[in-house]
């Protein structure tokens, strides 16, 4: 690690723990906090600022807007709210700082599930649908993550100390609307979530889609997404290629 980005995190979690250790009230003027890191590991430099992962976070939260909105046009939804979501899109900023993410997602879910639907109401039957979806995807991140040796508590933008998937989180975003539009046509006009439903949404990852002008299974699309981001922490490329949901259509062939 740098020294300016260990200095640099010594400060934060110091600010937190650290100076708040008192006496009586006091701070004793005689501790003393250092950290010391002699790269005898050898492993690549850890260079990366609050700065670098806000960007990334941006490119994240743009793509995962574009695929939202190209769920609805797909479906055939109502184009204003498809114009509304494009500005959204346009004023993400780096970090997100004015969560436009959760802005478009509001408007979003309401053109697509009607204004009554609320991603906590478990009593509507989508919503579990959803639930088993994002976590096949997640579970399958999760293992490419450990797979190219990436910490997946370290995340771009998730900053939990409780959960050990940050990383996971932040890299599922721009892969949530291909389980909505999957999921929104599977179940139609069905009454209970059935086991056939399940096995379907396993089999997302079988799925073809388009990644990076190729088309390729979905489970390989994840794993050269992972890739991808392992290769920027690498320093291998600046780019961070996302899936296009407009040339998936919910079919393993």
């Known amino acids: 690690i740098s020294p300016d980005v260990l200095q640099d995190a010594l400060y934060e979690v110091t600010k937190v723990t650290f100076n708040r250790v008192s006496v009586d009230g006091d701070t004793s003027t005689n501790d003393t906090c250092c950290i010391l890191a002699s790269g005898a590991a050898e492993n690549q430099l850890i260079d990366w600022k609050s700065e670098d992962y806000d960007r990334i976070w941006e490119d994240i939260v743009k793509s995962k807007i574009q695929n939202q909105y190209g769920v609805l046009q797909k479906l055939e939804k109502n184009q204003q709210v498809v114009d509304s979501m494009k500005i959204f899109c346009q004023e993400v900023e780096p970090g997100d700082l004015h969560n436009r993410e959760a802005h478009a997602a ?148």
Request: with cysteine; charged share 25%.
């Open 106 to 253: 509001k408007i979003y879910f309401n053109e697509l599930m009607g204004t009554t639907f609320s991603r906590g109401n478990e009593d509507i039957l989508l919503n579990a649908a959803l639930d088993y979806g994002y976590s096949i995807i997640r579970s399958y991140i999760a293992k490419l993550c450990v797979g190219y040796g990436l910490n997946c508590q370290l995340g771009i933008h998730h900053r939990s100390e409780y959960n050990r998937y940050n990383l996971v989180d932040d890299l599922i975003e721009p892969f949530r609307p291909f389980v909505d539009y999957y999921a929104y046509i599977l179940l139609g006009d069905a009454k209970f979530f059935t086991g056939e439903h399940r096995h379907r949404l396993i089999n997302m990852l079988n799925h073809v889609c388009v990644y990076n002008k190729k088309n390729m299974y979905l489970c390989n699309a994840l794993e050269k997404y992972v890739e991808n981001y392992a290769a920027i922490l690498m320093g291998r490329t600046n780019e961070l290629v996302f899936p296009d949901v407009k040339e998936y259509w919910g079919k393993d062939k």
